[in-house]
T-cell receptor
């Protein structure tokens, strides 16, 4: 399983883009990059995943570097409700468990 | 289907008592996971079921912990002789084998006093 490194905390102004980085230099070729977030006192919520190509959904965009050693989660117009802890991790799909790090605590400020 | 349901949301118990938590996964999901999360940490894997078979257990799951998933639907996690160190959020998640992404429940917060 890939070991991931994320900054412990970040701030973002409401309405601006939030760019959350993640280093996963040990990710293997069959592991997808997954992002989840956890709002205080709730269960984690799936955001997005990708293998090689950049991905976009209704929640966020995921930019993966060509060497796949790092990625950036982009929340294009952050709102106060996006304040949460954001986790990235590598996951091969057939693995039976996700390995969670400490994540990045994102504070969106008015 | 409203997602993964966990019951109760909160449980306060005295040290030494037994507690049982229930998880109802998304109905068509055949995989079910239990995780534990303490304050400031990411979730830690406890155990995993595919249908009714418990396929993996973490070393974190001491002999005081037992999980079941009879008939491959809902699951229960029981903790016997609770200790203060068991105080945590217990999270349940479900997924489809071959699918991507888990769906988590809101968790059961256990406080052992």
């Amino acid at each position: 399983d890939a070991k991931t490194t994320q900054p412990p905390s970040m701030d973002c102004a409401e309405g601006r883009a939030a760019n959350l980085p993640c280093n996963h230099s040990t990710i293997s070729g069959n592991e997808y990059v997954y992002w989840y977030r956890q709002i205080h006192s709730q269960g984690p919520q799936y955001i997005i995943h990708g293998l090689k190509n950049n991905e976009t959904n209704e929640m966020a965009s995921l930019i993966i570097t060509e060497d796949r050693k790092s990625s950036t989660l982009i929340l294009p117009h952050a709102t106060l409700r996006d304040t949460a802890v954001y986790y990235c991790m590598g996951y091969a799909g057939n693995n039976r468990k996700l390995i969670w790090g400490l994540g990045t605590s994102l504070a969106v400020n008015p | 289907d409203t997602g993964v349901s966990q019951d109760p949301r909160h449980k306060i118990t005295k040290r030494g008592q037994n507690v049982t938590f229930r998880c109802d996964p998304i109905s068509e999901h055949n995989r079910l996971y239990w995780y534990r999360q303490t304050l400031g940490q990411g979730p830690e894997f406890l155990t995993y079921f595919q249908n009714e078979a418990q396929l993996e257990k973490s070393r974190l799951l001491s002999d005081r912990f037992s999980a079941e998933r009879p008939k491959g639907s809902f699951s229960t996690l029981e903790i016997q002789r609770t200790e203060q160190g068991d105080s945590a959020m217990y999270l349940c998640a479900s997924s489809l084998s071959g699918g991507h992404g888990y769906t988590f429940g809101s968790g059961t917060r256990l406080t052992v006093v």
